[in-house]
């Protein structure tokens, strides 16, 4: 009988998991990692940070399944064995997940929500005048399936939207830009959304080049991951004006150490990575006919 793994570090949730899935795929044996006698049985592991060499320890693994839609958490896995597939998990929940964290943010940066706030603290009536979103230019970093999702929602809200990615994927009414186009997306984008997936080429990129090459008081979003900022960079950008203010979803470390400077930040706005989290329910079913799926596939 077919043997799914799950690994996840939070042992509460692996339970619930592990019960989970049990009931969603009735024909085959779901198991803790823990729980794993028979290496040689299991043929799908589904995990969140699986600890290294683990999956290398699953010879007949057909396929590995992420609990989110980042796969860094895997394959940074220095033995995780070549040719496995992956599989990502977005459901339509967390599409519109983070459609919705992004116009929140994006909004509030374009109507100066920080500065109006900082007004009232002082019961001052400062009145702002702002542009209308067609004269304000937002920049996706990052045109994969979140990416696109947003580009398309800010556009609906009327931002002039544009996006970057390595390919410059053409997506209808969004202006898109290659990596020759870097300097050219970054020159006129006012707030800056990164939407990227954690890779080598990716680590650090949100860095002081990159700033410097925004227009001055321009905004960031950041909720790819931790790893895509360098955050002394982002400091010495507040610090001089260059970046006016940030909104981080993630971090090197998370939970966010308790002595961090970002959480007491005025220009930093932090959430603790919840912009678009993976419903476990509508997320184990997407799972769950992934598994049936690949096996289709994989038999045909
Ligand atoms: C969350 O960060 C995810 O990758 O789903």
Redesign the pocket.
Known sequence: VSVVAVSLPNQERLAWWVNHLAELLPDRRVLAANDVTDADAVDYAVVWMPPTGMIAGWPNVKAVI?????ID?ITCDKEFPSGVPIIK??GPD?TQRMREYIALHVLRFHRELPDLERSQKNSTWEQVFTPTAPNRNIGILGMGHFGKACALTLRDLGFNVSGWSRSGTAVAGIETYNSDGLEAFLAQTEILVCLLPLTDETSGILNAKLFEKLPAGAKVINVG?GQHLVEQDLLAALESGQISSAVLD?FTTEPLPKDHVFWTHEKITVTP?V????DPISGGKIIADNIGEFDRASIS
């Open positions: 992420s609990i989110g839609a980042g958490h998990t977005i967390m991951r993630v990575h912009a678009s989290l993976i």
